[in-house]
C-alpha cells in the first residue's frame, strides 16, 4: 500500500480506529473477529497476524484450538461470516434476529455493527493480501522457506510478483505482444465518451444492459482448484469449510437485484454505521471516496490521463457480480474496457482469493507498471468491502424498522 500514501494513511486509520480505540466489543473479540474473517478465505498471513495481536491482549489461547472452543456469543457469528464472504444476497433478517434475541450471549445493535465492520474490512483484507501475492513471513507457520539471493535491488512484493530481473527476456517478449494494449484502452475511452455525449440510453435499454453483464459475469470462471495451496490448516477457525462463492442465479435461485437508489452507502450505510458505531462511516467514507477517486492522471507511459471511466467501470463490475445495480450507469461499458483476463483476475480475487495466482496477476494489464496494478487490488478490495456492508447494513435496516 506504500505505493498510494494517501491510501495507506486512510487505510491506517480506519483499521487503528476498529482494533484500538473505544468501540462496542472488547480487544480480544476484534482480533478474534479478524481471525475468523480471514480465516475464512485461508488468509494464514492474516491470521497469523492476529492470533498474535489476539494473545498479546490477553485472549484465551484455548479459542484459538477452534471455533468450538470459543465463547457461544463468537460461534453465533459463524453464519454470518460464512455469508458475508461468500454471499451477501442470501442474508435475511432472521440472520440478524438470531443474534440480536439469542436468549444467552446476545448481541447488541452496536457491537453487531462494530462486528460485521470487522467482518467484511478482514474479507476484502484478505483479497488484498492474496492479490498481491503477500505470503507469512518467514517464521511463521505456512511461511515461505525460499529466500531469494539479494533483496537489496527490490521490495519483497517486487519478488512475491515476479517484478525480479529473473524474467527480462520473457517481459521483453510479452510486452512485445501486447504492445499497444493501453493505447487500445485509451482510445476506447476516449470513444465511449463521445458516444455517451452523443446518445443517452433509455432505462429499459440500461437494465437490459445490467441483466446482461450480470449473466457474463457468471459465466467467467474463478482459477481452478489445483491451483490453489493451502499453506496452514486455518479450517478449524470456521465452520463449514467446504462453503465457497456460487453465482447468484445458478440452480433457479433468483436474487433480486439490489438497487442501489433503494439503499446506498451514501444515504442509509454511512449514517447508520455512524448512529451505532461513531467516527467510523465518516472513516469508511473517506477511505471508500480514497479508493475510488485516486488517481496520478496516468495510465503506464502515458500523462494527463482521465481515468474516472475505467475506475468506475471496475468498481462497478465488482458490485455488479453482486447483483447490485447503479440506475445511472451504462453497463455495455464494462466488456468495452475490461478484457477477459482481467475480469478471470477481479472474480477470482474479489470472490475467491485463495486461488489467485501470479500467473493470473501477470497476465493482465501487462504494460502497466506494479504500482498501477496494486491500485486496481486496491479499488477491487473497497469495492468487495461495500458490496459486503451495503447487503449486511440492509437487513439490519429491515430488522430495525
Same mark, same amino acid.
Given at each position: 500500500m506504500g505505493f498510494h500514501p494517501q491510501y495507506l494513511e486512510s487505510f491506517l486509520r480506519t483499521q487503528h480506529y476498529l482494533l484500538q480505540m473505544d468501540g462496542p466489543l472488547s480487544l480480544h473479540y476484534r482480533h478474534y473477529i479478524g481471525i475468523m474473517?480471514?480465516?475464512?478465505?485461508?488468509?494464514?498471513?492474516?491470521?497469523?497476524?492476529?492470533?498474535?495481536?489476539?494473545?498479546?491482549?490477553?485472549?484465551?489461547?484455548?479459542?484459538?484450538?477452534?471455533?468450538?472452543?470459543?465463547p457461544q456469543k463468537l460461534q453465533a457469528l459463524g453464519e454470518l461470516n460464512k455469508l458475508l464472504a461468500h454471499r451477501p444476497w442470501l442474508l435475511t433478517k432472521a440472520h440478524i434476529e438470531h443474534l440480536l434475541k439469542a436468549e444467552e450471549h446476545s448481541?447488541?445493535?452496536?457491537?453487531l455493527i462494530h462486528a460485521v465492520v470487522l467482518l467484511t474490512h478482514y474479507h476484502?483484507?484478505?483479497?488484498?493480501?492474496?492479490?498481491?501475492?503477500?505470503?507469512?513471513?518467514?517464521?511463521? &507457520?505456512?511461511?515461505?522457506?525460499?529466500?531469494?539471493? /539479494? =533483496?537489496?535491488?527490490?521490495?519483497?512484493? *517486487?519478488?512475491?510478483?515476479?517484478?525480479?530481473?529473473?524474467?527480462?527476456l520473457e517481459e521483453r517478449r510479452s510486452s512485445h505482444q501486447v504492445s499497444g494494449e493501453v493505447e487500445v484502452l485509451m482510445e476506447r475511452m476516449k470513444q465511449l465518451q463521445e458516444c455517451r455525449d452523443e446518445d443517452e440510453a433509455s432505462q429499459e435499454e440500461m437494465a437490459t444492459r445490467f441483466e446482461r453483464e450480470k449473466t457474463e459475469s457468471m459465466l467467467v470462471a474463478t482459477a481452478e482448484d489445483e491451483e490453489c495451496v493451502q499453506s496452514r490448516d486455518v479450517s478449524r477457525l470456521f465452520e463449514d469449510p467446504s462453503y465457497g462463492y456460487k453465482d447468484f442465479s445458478r440452480r433457479g435461485e433468483h436474487v433480486p437485484?439490489?438497487?442501489?437508489? &433503494?439503499?446506498?452507502?451514501?444515504?442509509?450505510?454511512? /449514517? =447508520?454505521?455512524?448512529?451505532?458505531?461513531? *467516527?467510523?462511516?465518516?472513516?469508511?467514507?473517506?477511505?471508500?471516496?480514497?479508493?475510488?477517486?485516486?488517481?496520478?492522471?496516468?495510465?503506464?507511459?502515458?500523462?494527463?490521463v482521465d481515468t474516472t471511466m475505467l475506475r468506475r467501470a471496475i468498481w462497478n463490475y465488482i458490485h455488479c457480480m453482486f447483483g447490485i445495480r447503479y440506475d445511472d450507469y451504462d453497463y455495455g461499458e464494462i466488456n468495452q474496457l475490461l478484457d477477459r483476463s482481467f475480469k478471470v483476475y477481479i472474480k477470482t480475487m474479489v470472490c475467491s482469493p485463495e486461488k489467485t495466482t501470479k500467473r493470473m496477476y501477470e497476465s493482465f494489464w501487462?504494460?502497466?507498471?506494479?504500482?498501477?496494478?496494486?491500485?486496481?487490488?486496491?479499488?477491487?478490495?473497497?469495492?468487495?468491502?461495500?458490496?459486503?456492508l451495503l447487503y449486511a447494513l440492509r437487513v439490519i435496516t429491515c430488522y430495525m424498522t
Amino acid at each position: 500500500m506504500g505505493f498510494h500514501p494517501q491510501y495507506l494513511e486512510s487505510f491506517l486509520r480506519t483499521q487503528h480506529y476498529l482494533l484500538q480505540m473505544d468501540g462496542p466489543l472488547s480487544l480480544h473479540y476484534r482480533h478474534y473477529i479478524g481471525i475468523m474473517a480471514a480465516a475464512r478465505h485461508q488468509c494464514s498471513y492474516l491470521v497469523n497476524l492476529h492470533v498474535n495481536d489476539f494473545l498479546q491482549v490477553g485472549g484465551d489461547p484455548k479459542w484459538l484450538n477452534g471455533l468450538d472452543g470459543a465463547p457461544q456469543k463468537l460461534q453465533a457469528l459463524g453464519e454470518l461470516n460464512k455469508l458475508l464472504a461468500h454471499r451477501p444476497w442470501l442474508l435475511t433478517k432472521a440472520h440478524i434476529e438470531h443474534l440480536l434475541k439469542a436468549e444467552e450471549h446476545s448481541w447488541s445493535l452496536a457491537e453487531l455493527i462494530h462486528a460485521v465492520v470487522l467482518l467484511t474490512h478482514y474479507h476484502s483484507l484478505a483479497s488484498f493480501t492474496f492479490g498481491c501475492g503477500i505470503t507469512p513471513e518467514i517464521h511463521s &507457520d505456512g511461511g515461505h522457506t525460499f529466500r531469494p539471493l /539479494s =533483496l537489496s535491488q527490490y521490495c519483497v512484493c *517486487d519478488i512475491a510478483n515476479g517484478n525480479g530481473h529473473g524474467n527480462d527476456l520473457e517481459e521483453r517478449r510479452s510486452s512485445h505482444q501486447v504492445s499497444g494494449e493501453v493505447e487500445v484502452l485509451m482510445e476506447r475511452m476516449k470513444q465511449l465518451q463521445e458516444c455517451r455525449d452523443e446518445d443517452e440510453a433509455s432505462q429499459e435499454e440500461m437494465a437490459t444492459r445490467f441483466e446482461r453483464e450480470k449473466t457474463e459475469s457468471m459465466l467467467v470462471a474463478t482459477a481452478e482448484d489445483e491451483e490453489c495451496v493451502q499453506s496452514r490448516d486455518v479450517s478449524r477457525l470456521f465452520e463449514d469449510p467446504s462453503y465457497g462463492y456460487k453465482d447468484f442465479s445458478r440452480r433457479g435461485e433468483h436474487v433480486p437485484t439490489f438497487r442501489v437508489q &433503494d439503499y446506498s452507502w451514501e444515504d442509509h450505510g454511512y /449514517s =447508520l454505521v455512524n448512529r451505532l458505531y461513531p *467516527d467510523v462511516g465518516q472513516l469508511l467514507d473517506e477511505k471508500f471516496q480514497m479508493a475510488y477517486n485516486l488517481t496520478y492522471n496516468t495510465m503506464a507511459m502515458h500523462k494527463d490521463v482521465d481515468t474516472t471511466m475505467l475506475r468506475r467501470a471496475i468498481w462497478n463490475y465488482i458490485h455488479c457480480m453482486f447483483g447490485i445495480r447503479y440506475d445511472d450507469y451504462d453497463y455495455g461499458e464494462i466488456n468495452q474496457l475490461l478484457d477477459r483476463s482481467f475480469k478471470v483476475y477481479i472474480k477470482t480475487m474479489v470472490c475467491s482469493p485463495e486461488k489467485t495466482t501470479k500467473r493470473m496477476y501477470e497476465s493482465f494489464w501487462r504494460q502497466f507498471q506494479h504500482s498501477e496494478k496494486v491500485h486496481v487490488n486496491l479499488l477491487l478490495m473497497e469495492a468487495r468491502m461495500q458490496a459486503e456492508l451495503l447487503y449486511a447494513l440492509r437487513v439490519i435496516t429491515c430488522y430495525m424498522t
